[in-house]
């Protein structure tokens, strides 16, 4: 299931908002500060990031600017949450970064919407046909990876695992959200089986591809890809 980080210092909201998430499959980690927020989005890297505007600590636009200046976040989804519905209110929250911008009071029938139509844009960035980033250029339409101009030949598994890894480079993806993706959460398959895979595709890179892109573990967590 999607995982939710949600922050809003109002405490009915957040439960208004965490019970119609969790309706719609949906885990839900709840923050009631943009501070909490933030530390719980860099220890979880969920799907999607909810906040309000307004909030002790840390308001919701510095949280979402926290995010798209750093390396291993800038790429996750976020909706802005908020009562201040002027045309410049908006803009000023979609140029802080934020992909979405709701105006409370809002119904739980628009929130959910909003947010599956901003997973399905995301997750088509991800199954796009040619996927580039720097010199590697994954093409999925013809199942093919170039290195620097070069195709390698890669196995289907570790195929899919580098298009997740490419379509958001330097974001750091759980073994969790790999599993999601690449095997659709078979109940057989472990943290082990990631690795595993991961450790056949940075062997394939290193004796097919000496450009400057390598695959970063982050121990305890998962994998991103970056640039050295």
């Known amino acids: 299931m999607p995982l939710a980080v949600i922050a809003d210092d109002e405490k009915n ?23 909490e927020a933030f530390d719980l989005i860099v220890e979880h890297r969920p799907d999607i990031v909810i906040l309000d ?6 308001s919701g636009i510095s949280v979402c600017r926290r995010i798209r200046s750093s390396k291993e976040l800038k790429k996750l989804p976020i909706i802005i949450l908020s009562a201040r519905g002027e045309d410049i209110d908006t803009s000023h929250g979609l140029s802080s970064g934020a992909d979405d911008y709701i105006t409370k009071p809002f119904s739980p029938i628009e929130l959910i919407a909003r947010v599956n139509s901003l997973l399905r ?9 040619i996927i580039e980033y720097e010199d590697l250029l994954i093409d999925n339409d013809k199942k093919i990876l ?11 598994t570790e195929f899919k695992i ?3 890894l490419m379509s958001r480079p330097e974001n750091v993806f ?8 690449v095997w659709n959460n078979m109940p057989d398959i472990d943290n082990r089986t990631v690795d595993v895979h991961v450790s056949r595709l940075r ?16 121990h305890g967590f998962g994998y991103c890809i970056r640039n050295n």
């Open 162 to 164: 580098l298009s997740l």
């Open 174 to 181: 759980s073994r969790d959200q790999i599993i999601d993706f």
């Open 146 to 156: 170039q290195a620097t101009d070069n195709n390698v030949k890669i196995g289907k």
């Open 203 to 218: 062997k394939v890179l290193n004796d097919n591809y000496h450009g400057t892109c390598k695959i970063h573990t982050v």
């Open 53 to 58: 505007w307004m909030m002790p600590n840390s």
């Open 13 to 35: 909201q957040l439960e208004l908002i965490s019970f119609h998430l969790k309706k719609n499959n949906f885990d839900v980690i709840a923050a009631g500060d943009g501070e």
């Open 121 to 129: 844009r995301t997750n088509s960035e991800i199954n796009s046909s």
